[in-house]
């Protein structure tokens, strides 16, 4: 985005708020023990920057994160054995949890406190972006559309992380916490050391366009 941009979003509301977020671990060290800090700026991501992005949700989103970012692996884990989820099984399969090969992940919380929290879930921020001609189908985008871009100017104007709608879960909310703001790794607690979605969260799920598993059957 050019400077003008950046001043463009000096309307997006970026003010204090406290909550607590959740976070699965996508890297796994050499030693075994996973970082929860652990990023990196070189892998492309919707909400990029240059220093890196911490990207945390709320305990559902993160799976759901999870069963968007490896749907083949959702795929081969079919516990249907090929039937598929219907309206006469979904109440069985619904609270087990999606099996091999799905890894399992580590789940963790942390409470965060901002001070300048940007919410693009707000009615400013939407009025905001649409100045710039950016709809909010554009924040959900599978190409991740102009979230860099966003993310970039937003750390330029002093914000410490993004609210903003999951792309994988349409109810639920993601933040994406800019370098500087990280939260310190004595606040981090680990909720479980191996977790994996159920397959609820798999069939709710937002996959990216021609990547949903079939045994999931149609999106809700």
């Known amino acids: 985005m050019s400077a003008l941009d950046d001043a463009a979003l000096v309307a997006v509301p970026a003010g204090s708020r406290t909550l607590r977020v ?16 652990w990023v990196s700026a070189d892998v492309p991501s919707r909400w990029r920057t240059e220093s890196g992005t911490l990207y945390v949700a709320d305990a559902e989103t993160v799976m759901a994160e999870h069963c ?4 083949a692996e959702v795929r081969a884990a079919d ?6 989820l219907n309206v006469a099984n979904f109440a069985f399969y619904a609270p087990r949890p999606v099996g091999d090969p799905l890894p399992a992940r580590a789940l963790y919380s942390v409470e965060v406190a901002f001070e300048r929290l940007a919410d ?9 972006l649409a100045d710039l001609r950016v709809s909010p189908s554009d924040l959900i985008a599978d ?4 979230c860099p871009a966003i993310a970039q100017a ?9 609210r903003a709608r999951s792309a994988a879960n349409l109810d639920g909310t993601a933040l994406a916490i800019f370098r500087y703001a ?17 397959v609820r969260i798999a069939y709710l799920t937002r996959y990216r366009a021609g990547h949903r598993p079939a045994w999931l059957g149609d999106a809700p």
Not at 68 to 71: A, F, H, K, L
Not at 79 to 84: A, D
Not at 143 to 146: A, C, E, F, M, R
Request: proline content about 15%; some cysteine; hydrophobic content about 25%.
């Open 22 to 37: 959740y976070l699965r671990h996508c890297h796994i060290p050499a030693d075994g023990h996973p970082d929860p800090l």
């Open 68 to 71: 968007r970012n490896r749907p």
């Open 79 to 84: 516990p249907t054995g090929g039937v598929g």
């Open 120 to 128: 693009l879930r707000s009615q400013p921020a939407l009025d905001a």
């Open 143 to 146: 190409d991740y559309g102009p």
């Open 154 to 162: 937003g750390e330029r104007l002093g914000w410490q992380a993004i």
């Open 182 to 198: 990280f939260p310190p790794r004595e606040r981090w607690r680990v909720e479980t050391d191996t977790t994996r979605p159920s």
